[in-house]
């Protein structure tokens, strides 16, 4: 089965990963490794942070 990556453009087989929160498609791996997983580290950083500061 071959998808569209939702960030890069470019094919990919199999399912892919969740491209959340970039985008609400599906996203090849490498773009799921350098740009998905970095933004949900960065996002959950945010928060500590966040929380840290309402203390």
Do not use: H, W
Request: hydrophobic share 20%; glycine share 10%; with cysteine.
């Amino acid at each position: 089965m071959r998808q569209c990556c939702s960030i890069c453009g470019k094919e990919f087989e199999g399912y892919g990963n969740n491209a959340y929160p970039v985008n609400n498609g599906r996203c090849c791996n490498n773009c799921n490794f350098l740009i998905v997983v970095t933004r949900r580290m960065q996002d959950y950083t945010n928060k500590q942070k966040k929380k840290e500061g309402e203390k």
